[in-house]
């Protein structure tokens, strides 16, 4: 008879784990709390480490043809002047930025018997005898060899191994929206923006949609402006680059999303015995160097490896936390320094600051992309 897994949260990183699992053999049950299996936000980047694992479990064709393969990423001054170009070309299997709903979709038509089981939360665990017992929000418990907290920032299940404890903010908020192609752009060339406490990010994602990413610092959980949220971004970046205010201008107001950038510190171990976490559960990252999701994909490869031949879930479980827990660790460093170097403010950092990221790029740009994305599990 096959280990049975149980999944908490049928996110992109939940519904990787649950097709990876499958494919090693494993009964697995994904309990999700949102009404229905299907993924919100906004677009978003895959890089070669991802989509090599996405590859392996066949769904990269079906990925590649929802959303738009990344050639090469542009950072600009304001004005538009370049500061970097770097060719993203060179790897075993292409970038390629996509909209969340459509990896999601993917991921979740190559299911073919994993038990999905919509508008259930897991509140808690408990452990007896080599076996994880999860109990619901909605009263039901479910019993089975191992669970897999995928459960997000706020993940219930690391709190009640590790505590309840808000995530850390870094200082400034990020706003994400979705416009059509306006033509002004290279097919295939991402970019971003870097000012003086503000950065603005370009994503063609395909389907003749473009998704946009602005950051700016000040304090969490800062209120709207009066005049609304898209007025208030269209003020803060009108004097930049086309077509920066051609994408603010074409965005609906209501479909335009504002969060707080925040991630933890690495934990020692993320799980016991027969719990463990993936994705950002574990292992939260800021959105720097567009890997958040591609570390849950990752997980996911990692964990399938772990718990494809083994006997002893909570052995396994180990295992592959100690395989995950530096690399996560690294990436999360990377993108936080990323984050923080890209919202300096003071004018005469900021022009030190291009100065020296167009010297770096331009002397190593292969050692300082292949170290996160040439990675392989």
């Avoid at 590649?64 to 004005?79: C, I, K, M, S, Y």
């Avoid at 619901?136 to 459960?151: F, K, W």
Wanted: aromatic fraction near 6%; include cysteine; charged fraction near 20%.
């Amino acid at each position: 008879m096959s280990r049975k897994m149980i999944i908490a949260g049928g996110g992109i990183g939940g519904m990787t784990a649950a097709l990876a699992l499958q494919r090693a053999g494993l009964d697995v049950t994904i309990f999700e709390r949102a009404p229905a299996f299907a993924e919100v936000g906004a677009g978003m980047s895959l890089w070669p480490n991802a989509t090599h694992v996405l590859q392996s479990l066949g769904v990269l064709d079906e990925v590649l043809a929802r959303g738009e393969p990344v050639t090469q990423f542009n950072l600009h001054r304001p004005d538009g002047k370049p500061i970097s170009t770097i060719p993203m070309d060179g790897f075993a299997t292409p970038a390629v930025c996509i909209h969340r709903a459509d990896l999601h979709q993917a991921l979740h038509q190559s299911l073919q018997s994993v038990g999905l089981e919509p508008n259930q939360v897991v509140q808690s665990f408990s452990q007896r005898r080599g076996r994880v017992t999860a109990r619901l929000a909605s009263g039901l418990e479910a019993t089975a060899d191992g669970l897999i907290g995928a459960d997000g920032i706020n993940s219930a299940i690391r709190a009640q191994i590790h505590g309840a404890a808000r995530p850390i903010y870094r200082g400034y908020c990020i706003w994400r929206g979705i416009a059509p192609d306006t033509g002004r752009r290279v097919r295939g060339h991402i970019s971003e923006t870097w000012g003086a406490g503000q950065r603005f990010g370009i994503l063609p994602m395909g389907q003749g949609r473009i998704c946009w990413y602005a950051t700016r610092n000040g304090p969490p959980s800062q209120p709207d402006a009066p005049a609304g949220r898209k007025a208030e971004i269209q003020e803060l970046f009108d004097d930049w680059h086309q077509p920066i205010p051609e994408l603010i201008a074409a965005t609906p107001p209501a479909s335009i999303m504002k969060n707080d950038a925040h991630d933890r510190n690495p934990l020692r171990q993320w799980g016991e015995g027969c719990v463990t976490l993936l994705g950002d559960a574990a292992h939260p990252i800021t959105p720097n160097v567009g890997q958040g999701a591609c570390m849950a994909i990752e997980d996911a490869a990692a964990l399938a490896k772990f718990l494809r031949q083994a006997t002893d879930t909570a052995a396994a479980f180990r295992d592959y936390e100690r395989m995950r827990k530096a690399r996560t660790a690294y990436v999360a460093r990377q993108s936080r320094r990323i984050g923080a170097i890209g919202q300096w403010e003071n004018p005469w950092i900021v022009k030190g600051r291009n100065f020296i990221t167009r010297l770096v790029l331009s002397c190593s740009p292969n050692e300082q992309l292949n170290t996160v994305y040439a990675y392989k599990i």
